[in-house]
């Protein structure tokens, strides 16, 4: 059993920055590949980035690429997602999510986080 809880969300105006972290309980987080998935109103949840196990493999969303980093820290059981050069369109509920199974997908993960608003917004 996994338990996710996000944290960092928040307000910030057009070409800032955030770091958005997601701690996990449980004695096997190590061994789950980690994902990143946002929604934003009135959309269809969006894959943003994902994490190997092992941080060997690690993908982006074309509209994050080159401003997002997602990076983990299995001794302290966290993900991260360090959003640089934010655009209004990064709007959304930000949310993690752990399976044994990496991919980039929106779905079918086996443990989801609450989620953690941010708004981007002059």
């Known amino acids: 059993q996994v338990q996710l809880v996000e944290s960092g969300g928040g307000l910030v105006q057009p070409g800032g920055s955030l770091r958005l972290s997601c701690a996990a309980s449980?004695?096997?987080?190590?061994?789950?590949?980690m994902a990143w998935i946002r929604q934003a109103p009135g959309k269809e949840r969006e894959f943003v980035a994902a994490i190997g196990w092992d941080a060997s493999s690690i993908k982006y969303a074309e509209s994050v690429k080159g401003r997002f980093t997602i990076s983990r820290d299995n001794a302290k059981k966290t993900v991260y997602l360090q959003m640089n050069s934010l655009k209004p369109e990064d709007t959304a509920v930000y949310y993690c999510?752990?399976?044994?199974?990496?991919?980039?997908?929106?779905?079918?993960?086996?443990?989801w986080g609450q989620g953690t608003q941010v708004t981007v917004s002059s």
């Open positions: 999510a752990a399976d044994l199974t990496y991919g980039l997908r929106v779905y079918g993960y086996a443990y």
């Open positions: 449980g004695r096997t987080f190590s061994s789950y590949n």
